[in-house]
């Protein structure tokens, strides 16, 4: 694979082959490790290695385009279309299921879906923090064990797992008789069908996306830095707030994103835990599809609800795209 | 208490739970193919008569556990075939697989999706004559001989029956007047479920104003709507899986499907403490029905397989099993026996009538429907 093969006749390919003063001819180059032969003297890409890149893209590309590109074409179109007696979906021009989305009712239940996702990213990383800070810092050589207790039990289906977390918020559950042996609770009290119980089973479904990318974040930190923290007299908490949590903010916010995202479409929780008041986004368009089989309306809330969080994460790419900036300042 | 010898309600986990569905639906949305217009002719011509003969392993689909297993094993024994099972968990989903393509050997509509299939040429035509047993159903129910949802049921023969009503704790509680109202009780308050369904929950409103239960009248609407509405501060959840909720206290009162509340009477530690009551403005009542899809593959096995489930000992089998009775003559004491504390979960033929049952409506009244429905879940 010697460059005097290309056929372009030598010309550079891109730039970072332009600009090096030096021809790469065989044997001749002073940086390439001894030893290493020949062939493997070049730092940028060589035709063949572009046409192999260019034929490993085709699968991912093809994924894309297929599962996500086109079905996300196919729901907006189907926002415009109608359903036939027996339900079957119909691609046309209709506004009608765009015009209902103008319905208050729909508002409402989306601002709330909004508030439980902020709420829960929010809860996620209060408690997600401590545990991926002691884990990647201090777990040592249980590090890996830790992480797979966390990680092992969202091995069971997430249905399932929601299932048994409303038996443990059930009235006359474990916990709540827990909470009443000691006082905290009287015979009223509930966490099933309300606010914070919806809240407390998006957490729970969903923090290990939090867990995970601040435990990458923490463990890729340069330990160095905490110590020069220290060195320049900073106490804990000082070293903490100016070292270790602007040295994570990336993490954090892949995390915040990855719960967030779920949380905002969620049916589940809200289906077992919440009640009537507790009504997400996710269960008004379950009921489309799985109940009204009302596709084309489903279609249309799914991208209301897209429509929604596409904003939000514009404003999220903007402000990653400015701390990069400044990071590298 | 075995979780094997009680089958769950049929309509209740798997409704609640349709996570697991929701990939499939995707799965059909994205394949493309629910959405091909498809020549009803294009597997023969759905009236042919069907030869009543094995001709392949049966395709089976239906709510899960709603049959006995010991009756599938009887079968394939008995006619040396396998009964391939699959379930749906509601009508509309039931209706996404077949428009997706898949093509079974039996299926179970209610009566108002038996109508839509009939009326879209969907289903094969069954000649009772052939049948066996055919006369022990249309011969002691004349209700069926010719029901509104299916021309002298000539695509379809019924399989169970049930009532909408009223479950409660009478240790809670206490007795109850006999009326939707019930559902306002002041000792309920915050402890009520209603079943997360639209046509039983808008019908449970227009019942107790004497409207339609099938109304989509915008005035009708907009009534019921209110009437729920008012029922929201007792109201602690929608959810369909009405016998948990009473069993694990976190209800005192639930809409609930009588055929649930007589499969639940065996799981209550104390049934005494429970009751079920059918409201003096009506009940909704429906029925469950055995229907032949036109692409069915295997017909001449699901007609042996339907004459087979009608032979009294299997009908019996079945009843205790799920606790739904069923319009076969000479299985009504069963049924009486099994629901002993729940007298009001019988379904008699005065039960069985036109307006009681949820029909179809046009596209704009499904709409409206659709609409209220949102409301009243969203509040």
């Known amino acids: 694979m010697a460059q005097r093969t290309r056929p372009d006749g030598g010309k550079p390919l891109d730039r970072a082959d332009s600009g090096k003063p030096a021809p790469r001819t065989d044997g001749a180059e002073p940086l390439s490790r001894p030893g290493r032969g020949a062939s493997r003297s070049r730092p940028g890409p060589s035709a063949a290695g572009t046409r192999l890149w260019t034929w490993l893209m085709i699968p991912g590309t093809l994924w894309m385009t297929g599962f996500l590109i086109a079905s996300l074409v196919l729901v907006a179109a189907l926002a415009f279309g109608t359903t036939d007696p027996l339900g079957n979906p119909q691609f046309g021009l209709n506004f009608d299921n765009i015009a209902a989305m103008a319905d208050p009712a729909y508002r409402a239940v989306l601002l709330r879906s909004l508030g439980y996702a902020l709420l829960t990213c929010v809860i996620c990383l209060l408690v997600a923090y401590p545990v991926a800070y002691a884990i990647a810092l201090h777990g040592g050589r249980y590090k890996n064990l830790l992480i797979a207790a966390i990680v092992v039990p969202f091995f069971a289906n997430y249905l399932v797992r929601m299932y048994g977390w409303s038996v443990v918020l059930s009235d006359d559950g474990p916990l709540l008789r827990a909470l009443r042996a000691m006082g905290f609770a009287d015979g009223d009290t509930k966490i099933l069908q309300t606010g914070p119980g919806v809240v407390a089973g998006l957490v729970y479904g969903f923090i290990v996306f939090m867990i995970i990318p601040l435990y990458a974040a923490l463990e890729r930190m340069d330990v160095s830095l905490i110590e020069a923290g220290r060195d320049l007299y900073g106490g804990p908490l000082r070293t903490f707030f100016f070292v270790t949590l602007p040295a994570t903010r990336q993490g954090a916010a892949a995390g915040c994103v990855l719960v967030f995202l779920p949380a905002m479409g969620d049916f589940v929780s809200a289906q077992l835990m919440g009640g009537p008041d507790q009504i997400m986004i996710g269960n008004l368009i379950q009921d489309k599809f799985f109940q009204g089989q009302n596709w084309p309306l489903g279609s249309a809330l799914t991208m209301l609800m897209m429509a929604v969080l596409f904003v939000g994460m514009i404003g999220y790419l903007r402000r990653t795209r400015k701390d990069e900036a400044e990071a590298v300042r | ?379």
């Open chain 2, 1 to 379: 208490m075995s979780p094997e010898a009680l089958p769950p309600s049929r309509r209740s986990f798997l409704r609640t739970s349709t996570g697991a569905a929701l990939g499939l639906g995707l799965g059909a949305a994205t394949a493309g193919c629910g959405f091909l217009p498809e020549d009803p002719n294009a597997h023969g011509d759905p009236d042919d008569p069907i030869d009543v003969r094995v001709d392949g392993n049966l395709i089976y689909f239906n709510w899960a556990d709603f049959v006995d297993p010991a009756v599938f094993k009887g079968f394939e024994k008995e006619y040396g075939v396998k009964v391939i099972q699959s379930n749906f968990d509601s009508m509309e989903g039931m209706a996404a697989k077949l428009n997706a393509g898949n093509r079974y050997d039996l299926i179970f509509p209610t009566a108002k999706w038996a109508q839509r299939l009939t009326e879209g040429r969907r289903l094969r035509r069954i000649d009772h004559t052939r049948l066996k047993n055919a006369e022990s159903v249309f011969g002691a129910y004349d209700y069926f001989a010719d029901p509104w949802y299916d021309a002298r049921s000539a695509h379809t023969v019924p399989f169970t029956m049930y009532k909408t009503g009223i479950g409660w704790r009478k240790d809670r509680v206490g007795e109850l007047t006999g009326s939707w109202e019930d559902l306002w009780h002041r000792r309920a308050k915050g402890k009520v479920f209603v079943l997360d369904d639209r046509d039983e929950v808008l019908g449970l409103g227009a019942l107790k104003l004497g409207l339609d239960v099938s109304t989509a009248d915008e005035k009708d609407l907009d009534r019921i709507t209110d009437t729920l509405q008012s029922l929201r501060p007792h109201l602690r959840g929608f959810s369909s899986d009405s016998y948990n909720n009473l069993l694990n206290g976190n209800a005192v009162m639930t809409q609930a499907w009588s055929g649930d509340m007589a499969a639940m009477l065996g799981q209550a530690k104390d049934p005494s403490v429970l009751g079920f009551e059918v409201a003096k403005e009506g009940a909704p009542v429906n029925s469950d029905c055995y229907a032949i899809p036109s692409d069915a593959r295997h017909p001449g096995t699901a007609m042996l397989f339907i004459d087979y489930m009608l032979r009294p000992e299997n009908v019996k089998k079945n009843i205790e099993y799920i606790g739904y009775p069923m319009p076969v003559g000479g299985s009504e004491d069963t049924y009486a026996a099994l629901v002993e504390p729940f007298p009001q979960c019988l379904v008699g033929a005065d039960d069985l009538k036109d307006e009681l049952f949820f029909r179809n409506g046009s596209s704009k009244g499904e709409r409206a429907r659709d609409t209220a429905w949102t409301h009243v879940k969203a509040g």
